[in-house]
């Protein structure tokens, strides 16, 4: 399970799967057990482990990858081309492709993403109404106007 922050810090992590504040989850929605089992491999392709290396990391391969199945998995990350997403979704049935290169992508809960965690951070923290400023929607692209106006961006 992901450490929980201090007092006072929040986060919505792994594609809004996993949403804490104040040492205590507001959030945990983990890809079912079953699916991560059919979805599971240890290994590496070239595609993962350029991936690594851009960000300066080494992609390492767990010595005891079973143990890893002990824990609640938010996130599965893999190398495939978009061709592949048929074979590789086979049999999953409470997951989902999350898209972001055309070399890899992450998996997570059929039912989540990144919208579904701000909604659950919204709810708990219930911020328009204590917000001190409110960026216009995404839909009007917002939040590139609101760093416009306060000169975050050029």
């Known amino acids: 399970m992901p450490a929980i922050a201090e ?10 799967s996993y949403c804490f504040d104040a040492g205590q989850i507001v959030f945990a929605n983990p890809i079912p057990e079953a699916d991560v089992r059919r979805l599971v491999a240890n290994g590496s392709d070239e595609d993962l482990a350029e991936y ?8 390492k391969i767990a010595e005891d990858f079973d143990a890893l199945l002990q824990e609640e998995i938010y996130q599965v990350m893999m190398g495939c081309y978009s061709p592949e997403y048929p074979l590789v979704m086979k049999d999953i049935r ?4 999350a898209a972001w290169w055309d070399r890899a992508v992450d998996i997570i809960p059929a039912n989540g993403g990144k919208g579904l965690g701000i909604r659950k951070m919204l709810e708990y923290y219930q ?8 960026c216009g929607s995404v839909a009007q692209d917002g939040i590139y106007y609101y760093c416009r106006k306060h000169h975050l961006i050029d």
Do not use: H, M, S, W
């Not at 690594?52 to 992609?59: H, Q």
């Not at 911020?127 to 409110?134: E, G, M, N, T, V």
């Open 7 to 16: 007092r006072g810090d929040g986060a919505k992590t792994i594609n809004g």
């Open 52 to 59: 690594f290396r851009i960000g300066g990391l080494e992609l």
């Open 94 to 97: 409470q997951a989902k492709i």
């Open 127 to 134: 911020l328009k109404a204590a917000a001190d400023d409110i």
